[in-house]
């Protein structure tokens, strides 16, 4: 079964920065993509970063140029640098895999920037 686990959330000022990574229980293989998604208290999650199995970057317009995601296939694992962080960066962010057999989301952590 697929489980996905998260870190590196935590409690940053702004213009500072974290790092939150994702790994996979096991190598799984037939990945189409991974990438963070984040919500916020009263808003609908958002797709913040994803890299497809290609090796291709998405980011969203709000985190473009000072969020980096990466990968390592080999742990099936994801990261993502996040610098410069904002106040309106706060939220949980999520790990999804999108596998050939389905959708997968880790439980989530928690960002908080202080202004």
């Known amino acids: 079964q697929v489980q996905l686990v998260e870190s590196g959330g935590g409690l940053v000022q702004a213009g500072g920065s974290l790092r939150l990574s994702c790994a996979a229980s096991?190598?799984?293989?037939?990945?189409?993509?991974m990438g963070w998604y984040r919500q916020a208290p009263g808003k609908e999650r958002e797709r913040v970063a994803d890299?497809?199995?290609?090796?291709?970057?998405h980011y969203a317009d709000s985190v473009k140029g000072r969020f980096t995601i990466s990968r390592d296939n080999a742990k099936t694992a994801v990261y993502l640098q996040m610098n410069s962080l904002k106040a309106e960066d706060t939220a949980v962010y999520f790990c999804?895999?999108?596998?050939?057999?389905?959708?997968?989301w880790g439980q989530g952590t928690q960002v908080t920037v202080s202004s």
């Open positions: 890299i497809t199995s290609g090796g291709g970057t």
């Open positions: 999804n895999l999108n596998h050939v057999s389905g959708i997968y």
């Open positions: 096991t190598t799984i293989f037939d990945i189409n993509a």
